[in-house]
């Protein structure tokens, strides 16, 4: 941007396909007034009522749902799930945003501290146990496989050091009857079982295919000098849902652009420095597929983590999301006032 032409860039699949740039006199992002449902708005994690952060016996609580039946749920457990967990027909991704846990697995005891993301196929059993006083995790269930592939292999993700899986010497300890709850499309299955089906022995062969990996841990990718777009690290086969890391990077800032495929969901962690607006922990945005946005600068003083969700299905606040959310404007992020334009 020169003061008198503005970048803008209109790509397909996220920023995998096909993309044009043009020059526009003035900025495209700007508007004083939306109605309707496809509007950007911020969303507050911490905002969002968790019906599991008072009754340990319910689950996390959906703000957004897609129309490929991808869904994003918010978590504020304290007290360990009375119940074995069993996802039929999802792979589910937890980032943890405040607190530890303890997931207590089929193949032992991974444990998970704020930044982390953990990864659980389908028909991966566990328990969730807290082991700080308070919890915050946001958690995404998609029916495809979630696997890790980063492009910028193997820079982006030293596997070797940053990837963690659970241990198999602390298996579960747990005695008794016990209640497995299996989740499908249509609902929740109740089992009554005479013993805990997460006890183990140990693993004789292969890996167990649940593990986590750190935002701090992820590399951004950047272009110089311009910065270029993120590459992501995890992905389904289609890629209806990619996984990004939008920490902080050299580039200055981005071009407006259409994101013509996807819908975008930012989530800031943590600082010192702000993205544009966000700059409380849990704080993130939502820009549908289609709006024309203009992200904030990527390279503040002290540097910040942020993650990035893309989504091939449009998204919808639930009712629980609309309540912690506001419409906000595309360019730095704050709410949305009339005077923004």
């Known amino acids: 941007m020169d003061g008198n032409t503005y970048p803008h860039n209109w790509s397909r699949e996220g920023f995998l396909g096909d993309f044009v740039v043009t020059l526009r006199p003035h900025p ?37 749902r897609s ?11 304290s007290e360990p799930t009375p119940f074995v967990w069993r996802n039929a027909e999802y792979d589910e991704v937890h980032f943890v945003q405040e607190g530890e846990l303890d997931y207590v697995t089929d193949w032992g005891t991974l444990s998970v501290v704020p930044g982390d993301f953990v990864f659980l196929p389908r028909a991966a059993s566990y328990r969730v146990v807290p082991t700080t006083e308070s919890t915050l995790r946001a958690i995404i269930e998609t029916p495809e496989m979630v696997s890790m592939n980063p ?20 298996t579960s300890r747990a005695s008794g009857e016990t209640t497995l709850l299996i989740r499908t499309a249509d609902g929740f299955t109740r089992f009554t079982m005479p013993r805990d089906p997460l006890a183990m022995t140990e693993v004789v062969y292969g890996q167990p295919p649940v593990w ?34 939008l920490s902080s990077r050299p580039g200055g800032r981005p071009p407006q652009h259409h994101n013509a495929d996807y819908d975008e969901i930012v989530f800031y962690f943590r600082g010192p420095a702000p993205y544009g607006g966000l700059s409380k922990p849990g704080s993130g945005i939502w820009i549908p597929k289609a709006v024309a ?17 893309e989504s091939g299905g449009t998204l919808r606040l639930t009712s629980e999301g609309l309540a912690a959310a506001e419409l906000m404007e595309t360019s730095l992020f704050h709410p949305l ?5």
């Open 28 to 64: 495209i992002n700007e508007y004083t007034e939306v109605t309707g449902p496809h509007a950007p708005h911020r969303i507050d994690l911490t905002a969002i009522k968790a019906a599991d952060a008072t009754d340990p016996a319910e689950l996390p609580t959906v703000f957004a």
């Open 67 to 77: 129309r490929n039946d991808l869904t994003l749920s918010v978590s504020a457990r």
């Open 151 to 170: 492009l910028a292999q193997p820079g982006m993700i030293n596997a070797a050091r940053s990837v963690r899986r659970p241990d198999p010497t602390r």
């Open 212 to 245: 986590k990996v750190n935002l701090a841990e992820i590399q951004p990718v950047a272009y110089l000098p311009a910065g270029g777009p993120p590459l992501h690290f995890a992905e389904t086969p289609t890629k209806d849902l990619l996984l990004y890391t």
């Open 293 to 309: 946005h203009w992200g904030p600068r990527e390279d503040p003083e002290g540097g910040y983590l942020a993650w990035l969700i």
């Open 337 to 341: 006032k009339q005077d923004d334009a």
